[in-house]
């Protein structure tokens, strides 16, 4: 009785959550929004046949796949939707909360009719394979465990308007720190290490951390060095140890840290601060920051643990692509396949933000996590748990719409009475 109570106050929040993304779409469009998210959440797939499996409707399984394919083709779906998610998550950044960009890859290793396919680097197997590439924006606060998924995007190098990776980067940038700015603190990894990313960043006052390459020249006083040479000579008075899981062990690393106050050659005028740790690697890990820094172990681990949050957010990135499966992802054209990782984001944000941060809805989450059947109990990552959870409860009780004139003014009935 309880796990079926869970199931109609899930399809509720669903319902509920899919009318304010989707406000200001045409009825199709916010219709195929809701159940979308729903099929989604419901099988733990984007496959469209598995989405339409979950609606349970009376008429033939293809007709409902030929519906959702149609509106999935629609070209404004996406940007709206973007639109609504990062106006939703901004709500949730506070002044010191990380931005993490993250670049990652779609491997399509075995496609040959989709459209737009381009060869993309495999994070995972480190080799260059057929997909398209990933641009994600989460938030999250400094060593917590709350993510926001603000922000994601499919795109393709081989796609007729595609223009350069940096104008990817760039457009998520702008769009989210329009919402959250002067909130947040943007943390990107070595990739983000390019001019075109500084030339936005610091006219506009964007604070930042971002990892160095080491062959990046900054100004040392009057000396221009190489970052690798100005790390390799920076003083590291403190010291700590942290423990990462490295291939599915737990090791223990001892690290020691400290920092130079530098400039770039193109903004002399700006005081930055470039933050060193020795004992991850070979070559120490070197965070350029705009943050002021002095001698003050609690204020300089403070960007390094930010750093290392970010880490803990390449979870995130295996959370959506595994518990969803975008990897398997299936629609042919370009449009689409934009449009359905929007999709799965905002099935992401669901689990993590409306399911699992609102205090009004503890009780649901628990029942949740309750339903997911793990032989080792939850795990601090608790995401996995949650979609497991979603998909069992859904499973167990699926959706039951009614046919006829008024099935649509039942699916859309939680619309007319937000809160």
């Not at 989709?114 to 260059?128: P, Q, T, W």
């Not at 081989?158 to 998520?172: G, H, T, Y």
């Not at 920076?234 to 140890?241: A, S, V």
């Not at 059947?373 to 795990?379: D, Q």
Request: positive net charge.
């Amino acid at each position: 009785m309880m796990i079926a109570q869970t199931a109609t106050r899930l399809r509720e929040q669903i319902a509920h959550f899919s009318g304010n993304l989707s406000r200001g779409l045409c009825k199709p469009a916010r219709r195929l929004v809701q159940e979308a998210i729903y099929g989604i959440q419901a099988r733990q797939s984007v496959h469209l046949t598995e989405i339409a499996r979950s609606l349970e409707e009376k008429i033939p399984l293809i007709k409902t796949e030929n519906r959702l394919s149609r509106n999935l083709a629609r070209p404004n779906l996406r940007l709206s939707l973007q639109d609504a998610l990062v106006s939703q998550g901004a709500k949730r950044i506070h002044e010191n909360t990380l931005l993490i960009l993250d670049l990652s890859d779609v491997v399509k290793p075995y496609a040959k009719k989709m459209e737009c396919l381009a060869r993309v680097r495999d994070g995972s197997e480190g080799k260059i394979a057929d997909g398209y590439w990933l641009c994600q924006v989460i938030g999250v606060e400094n060593e917590g465990n709350e993510i926001t998924p603000l922000y994601g995007e499919l795109y393709s190098s081989s796609a007729q308007d595609f223009v350069s990776e940096n104008r990817e980067i760039l457009r998520a940038l702008r769009q989210v720190s329009e919402e959250v700015k002067p909130r947040g603190i943007w943390v990107i990894d070595r990739g983000g290490d390019r001019g075109k990313l500084y030339e936005e960043l610091i006219p506009h006052g964007l604070r930042f951390i971002v990892r160095q390459m080491g062959d990046r020249h900054l100004l040392l006083g009057r000396r221009r060095e190489l970052a690798l040479q100005i790390a390799q000579d920076c003083p590291l008075p403190y010291q700590t140890q942290v423990v990462r899981e490295v291939k599915g062990k737990e090791q223990i690393f001892h690290l020691r840290y400290g920092f130079r106050a530098v400039r770039l050659p193109e903004y002399r005028q700006v005081e930055l601060f470039l933050v060193v740790v020795q004992g991850l690697g070979e070559t120490p890990l070197m965070l350029l920051t705009n943050l002021p820094m002095r001698r003050n172990r609690r204020l300089i681990w403070w960007v390094v643990s930010a750093y290392l949050t970010r880490w803990r957010v390449e979870e995130t990135i295996r959370f959506g692509k595994q518990s969803y499966q975008v990897e398997d992802i299936r629609v042919l054209t370009y449009e689409r396949l934009r449009n359905l990782v929007v999709l799965v984001t905002a099935a992401m944000f669901f689990t993590a933000v409306v399911l699992g941060a609102k205090m009004k809805l503890f009780i649901l989450a628990s029942h949740v996590l309750k339903a997911a059947k793990r032989l080792f109990g939850i795990p601090d990552f608790r995401y996995y748990a949650l979609s497991d959870g979603i998909r069992e409860i859904l499973s167990r009780f699926p959706r039951r719409s009614p046919s006829g004139p008024n099935r649509f003014l039942y699916e859309q009935q939680y619309l007319l009475f937000e809160t």
